[in-house]
Antibody, heavy 121, light 111 residues
Framework: EVQLLESGGGLVQPGGSLRLSCAAS????????MNWVRQAPGKGLEWVSA????????YYADSVKGRFTISRDNSKNTLYLQMNSLRAEDTAVFYC??????????????WGQGTTVTVSS | QSALTQPASVSGSPGQSITISCTGT?????????VSWYQQHPGKAPKVMIY???YRPSGVSDRFSGSKSGNTASLTISGLQAEDEADYYC???????????FGGGTKLTVL
């Protein structure tokens, strides 16, 4: 079964850090680009970051550029999102999502169940 | 780049057809055939319904179809069913930063 399982969410104070993980199974992880997409409470979807299949290409939304870092370990079939300098407006459910292709273009065919990040003092 | 523009809500009766529009610019929707549509039920993860403008993933009902004209993409759902009631989001590749943008979402109500 094709599956993505996020972890690492939680409550963090403003200015703090968290690292999200997304464990992939059931498909050839190293062949596909991956994304992080978030959804603030009661709001729509917001694309956060993407990475090419081999990891050489990384892309970020302006709202997280310089604070978040996407990476992947193809030997462990795992995607990561290192989040630093967290702000209240980063509070959201974070989803990892698999692309149809080796390079990201917004066509995401497999999604995880999401992990909740709450930034509050 | 700003988010793609979608109507906040649409509604239809069972059996009817509805269309949800997604308007971007000549730098995103109009420039690439990389528009996707996602369905999201409350408390659930999004599910892809259409990708690359008009490709339907296996397992998605053929009642769902996608198209594009200029800077506007559209999702049409024919033969509305109660289970179609959900939020729908479009997305587009931009070729620049941000790499991908979403629409604000459309709430579909089946009357």
């Amino acid at each position: 079964e094709v599956q993505l399982l996020e972890s690492g969410g939680g409550l963090v104070q403003p200015g703090g850090s968290l690292r999200l993980s997304c464990a992939a199974s059931g498909f050839s992880f190293s062949s596909y680009a991956m994304n992080w997409v978030r959804q603030a409470p009661g709001k729509g979807l917001e694309w956060v970051s993407a990475i090419t299949s081999g990891g050489s290409g990384t892309y970020y939304a302006d709202s997280v550029k310089g604070r978040f870092t996407i990476s992947r370990d193809n030997s462990k079939n795992t995607l990561y999102l290192q989040m630093n300098s967290l702000r209240a407006e980063d509070t959201a459910v974070f989803y990892c999502a698999k692309e149809y292709n080796w390079t990201p273009r917004g066509a995401m065919d497999v999604w995880g169940q999401g992990t909740t990040v709450t930034v509050s003092s | 780049q700003s988010a793609l523009t979608q109507p906040a809500s649409v509604s239809g009766s069972p059996g009817q057809s509805i269309t949800i529009s997604c308007t971007g610019t000549s730098s995103d929707v109009g420039a690439y055939n990389y528009v996707s549509w996602y369905q999201q039920h409350p408390g659930k993860a999004p599910k892809v319904m259409i990708y690359d403008v008009n490709y339907r993933p296996s397992g998605v009902s053929d009642r769902f179809s996608g198209s594009k004209s200029g800077n506007t993409a559209s999702l049409t759902i024919s033969g509305l069913q109660a289970e179609d009631e959900a939020d729908y989001y479009c997305s587009s590749y931009t070729g620049s930063s941000p790499h991908v943008i979403f629409g604000g979402g459309t709430k579909l109500t089946v009357l």
